[in-house]
């Protein structure tokens, strides 16, 4: 029996084909093989384990692919819900356009609240009925609307003062008097002087109100013409530099306002970062958004340039020639130079001619 066992021993051993057990001595190879079976064993189960922890990752991975799935049908339901113009590509443009669609009703919904004020201070219902109110009005006899009835105030103030000092001296001289006679008599006067109180009140609320009014009206009339101003000087420094610059702005500046140019890659620079040349090019383009506008209001009178090219350089300097042109349309554009080539490059590029006068 023990020889059979030996017999089967050196057979396993050899079936495993391993070089490491060796026949000749039995029990060295059982316990070679025994170690190989409990590593069998434990690689078995280890197996097992990673197979159920795979398989449960795979489900996951299964769950995940389908929420996934929905998140992408939301996005895509979603999406529809903006005009074609948004982005709604991905879940960061999505994002990325609520927020920005979350500050359009902000700012829509503050903008209607003050067309509610502006209503109820000038007691109106609509934005047409402010506008007829105001279309006869300009600057000049708004703001001295303003000053009248600022004027007004000052002494209706103090006759409210006054009023009120008074009396307040007739009831203490009330308190003290006990004849009916005189009772009466400071009753009266009393009477007196609250019916001149309610009146200057009144004709203090009637004047604060119209302030007020004209207050309101004076700074939606420069928010317009500073707008109209704008534009129009922001389009002419946009053609005087060939678009190196786009864009205008103004920051608050305490009680004043600064200007910023923002040129092609976004930046925003301020007057005093421009070079010598683009300063001038933004005094001309104010110039002439301002010639513009007193043109559209019925004035015309000659436009006077005297050599503020000479720091252009030539794609400029025709910019500003064909500016001079647009504005000789509408008036009389008259440039001082003692470059010749200035005259060149307007003769070049202007398609009226201009004419030319040497002195």
Same mark, same amino acid.
């Given at each position: 029996?023990?020889?059979?066992?030996?017999?089967?021993?050196?057979?396993?051993?050899?079936?495993?084909?391993?070089?490491?057990?060796?026949?000749?001595?039995?029990?060295?190879?059982?316990?070679?093989?025994? @170690?190989?079976?409990?590593? $069998?064993? %434990? !690689?078995?189960?280890?197996? +097992?384990? &990673?197979?159920? *922890?795979?398989?449960?990752?795979?489900?996951?991975?299964?769950?995940?692919?389908?929420?996934?799935?929905?998140?992408?049908?939301?996005?895509?339901?979603? @999406?529809?819900?903006?005009? $074609?113009? %948004? !982005?709604?590509?991905?879940? +960061?443009? &999505?994002?990325? *356009?609520?927020?920005?669609?979350?500050?359009?009703?902000?700012?829509?919904?503050?903008?209607?609240?003050?067309?509610?004020?502006?209503?109820?201070?000038?007691?109106?219902?609509?934005? $047409?009925? %402010?506008?007829?109110?105001?279309?006869?009005?300009?600057?000049? *006899?708004?703001?001295?609307?303003?000053?009248?009835?600022?004027?007004?105030?000052?002494?209706?103030?103090?006759?409210?003062?006054?009023?009120?000092?008074?009396?307040?001296?007739?009831?203490?001289?009330?308190?003290?008097?006990?004849?009916?006679?005189?009772?009466?008599?400071?009753?009266?006067?009393?009477?007196?002087?609250?019916?001149?109180?309610?009146?200057?009140?009144?004709?203090?609320?009637?004047?604060?109100?119209?302030?007020?009014?004209?207050?309101?009206?004076?700074?939606?009339?420069?928010?317009?013409?500073?707008?109209?101003?704008?534009?129009?000087?922001?389009?002419?420094?946009?053609?005087?530099?060939?678009?190196?610059?786009?864009?205008?702005?103004?920051?608050?500046?305490?009680?004043?306002?600064?200007?910023?140019?923002?040129?092609?890659?976004?930046?925003?620079?301020?007057?005093?970062?421009?070079?010598?040349?683009?300063?001038?090019?933004?005094?001309?383009?104010?110039?002439?958004?301002?010639?513009?506008?007193?043109?559209?209001?019925?004035?015309?009178?000659?436009?006077?340039?005297?050599?503020?090219?000479?720091?252009?350089?030539?794609?400029?300097?025709?910019?500003?020639?064909?500016?001079?042109?647009?504005?000789?349309?509408?008036?009389?554009?008259?440039?001082?130079?003692?470059?010749?080539?200035?005259?060149?490059?307007?003769?070049?590029?202007?398609?009226?001619?201009?004419?030319?006068?040497?002195?």
């Amino acid at each position: 029996m023990l020889r059979q066992e030996k017999v089967r021993v050196r057979a396993s051993a050899r079936a495993t084909g391993s070089p490491y057990v060796d026949e000749s001595e039995p029990l060295k190879a059982f316990q070679m093989l025994q @170690g190989i079976a409990n590593k $069998a064993q %434990a !690689d078995k189960t280890q197996y +097992d384990l &990673l197979s159920a *922890t795979i398989a449960e990752d795979q489900k996951k991975h299964k769950a995940v692919e389908v929420q996934l799935s929905e998140i992408d049908l939301q996005v895509t339901e979603l @999406g529809a819900l903006f005009p $074609a113009t %948004a !982005d709604t590509s991905t879940l +960061d443009a &999505l994002r990325i *356009t609520v927020g920005t669609s979350a500050d359009i009703i902000h700012t829509r919904g503050q903008i209607a609240d003050l067309e509610k004020e502006i209503f109820a201070e000038l007691s109106v219902h609509a934005v $047409a009925d %402010a506008r007829n109110m105001l279309h006869e009005e300009t600057s000049a *006899t708004l703001e001295a609307k303003s000053a009248s009835i600022e004027a007004d105030i000052e002494p209706a103030e103090t006759r409210l003062s006054n009023a009120t000092v008074t009396r307040a001296n007739a009831e203490r001289d009330l308190g003290t008097v006990t004849g009916n006679a005189e009772i009466a008599e400071l009753v009266e006067q009393s009477t007196t002087l609250q019916l001149e109180i309610e009146d200057a009140l009144l004709n203090y609320v009637e004047r604060d109100f119209g302030l007020r009014l004209a207050e309101e009206a004076i700074r939606r009339y420069r928010d317009k013409h500073r707008s109209e101003m704008m534009d129009a000087t922001e389009r002419a420094f946009s053609d005087l530099t060939n678009g190196a610059y786009h864009k205008l702005l103004t920051q608050p500046d305490g009680s004043s306002e600064i200007l910023l140019a923002v040129d092609a890659n976004g930046t925003p620079k301020q007057i005093g970062d421009m070079s010598k040349g683009t300063r001038f090019q933004l005094y001309l383009g104010l110039r002439a958004a301002a010639y513009e506008q007193m043109v559209s209001q019925g004035v015309q009178l000659p436009f006077f340039c005297d050599d503020v090219f000479e720091t252009f350089d030539e794609d400029r300097t025709r910019a500003a020639c064909r500016l001079m042109e647009r504005i000789s349309r509408s008036g009389q554009a008259i440039y001082l130079t003692h470059h010749r080539h200035v005259v060149e490059i307007a003769k070049d590029v202007c398609d009226v001619p201009p004419v030319i006068h040497t002195i």
